[in-house]
């Protein structure tokens, strides 16, 4: 049985401008909504490999594109499931670089801030539940690749090594590969 996680491709609307908090908002909704930036291209030779495997996606336009472009194929499965965990938009009197923002808010996510958006611990819940399907896909057609985000990607990596799988690749990095297995 094999998973494979693969970050997706750098984003369209991956720019750092500097932004107030409503900027900051506006600059999350166009990063979620991006395709990959046509700069950002695979080695198609790495993802050769993986042309049988059943593949999964997150339901975000970038993921889904990501699996296009690498397996020259649609998804197989979508789902909100393999979202990114939500970058939090708190109100705060800055102006700061877009990705600032997200390290900022991501940190007082993580320590409990509350917002209208999906709480840390859900998040994680979600992870749990995305690294579940997983494996009961992949008992079933023993071979999966799914297309999802960087910090999804670092919960469900954590929830396949708790469940007996082994790592036996790991990249964080836009197209990264995450590989694990069990016998």
């Known amino acids: 049985m094999n998973i494979v996680l693969v970050r997706h491709g750098r984003p369209t609307g991956a720019e750092n401008q500097k932004v107030n908090s409503a900027g900051f908002g ?11 930036d046509e700069s950002s291209k695979p080695d198609l030779s790495v993802f050769h490999h993986y042309q049988h495997y ?5 339901d975000l336009p970038r993921a889904v594109h990501s699996c296009e472009i690498a397996l020259d194929r649609s998804p197989s499965l979508q789902s909100s499931q393999f979202r990114e965990m939500d970058i939090p938009r708190y109100k705060l009197p800055f102006k700061l670089n877009a990705w600032t923002w997200v390290y900022l808010c991501r940190a007082l996510w993580t320590v409990g801030v509350p917002g209208k958006f999906e709480s840390y611990r859900e998040a994680k819940i979600r992870a749990k539940r995305a690294a579940n399907q997983l ?5 079933t057609e023993q071979n999966v690749i799914v297309f999802a985000h960087g910090y999804i990607n670092l919960h469900m990596r954590k929830q396949l090594r ?6 036996t690749e790991k990249s964080s990095q836009y197209w ?4 694990f297995n069990k016998p």
Do not use: P
């Not at 494996?135 to 008992?139: D, F, G, H, P, R």
């Not at 990264?176 to 590989?179: E, K, L, N, R, V």
């Open 135 to 139: 494996i009961a896909l992949a008992e």
């Open 54 to 58: 059943y593949a999964v996606a997150s």
């Open 176 to 179: 990264g590969i995450t590989a």
């Open 162 to 167: 708790q469940r007996g799988f082994t790592q």
């Open 26 to 36: 506006r600059w999350v909704k166009r990063y979620n909504h991006s395709l990959v």
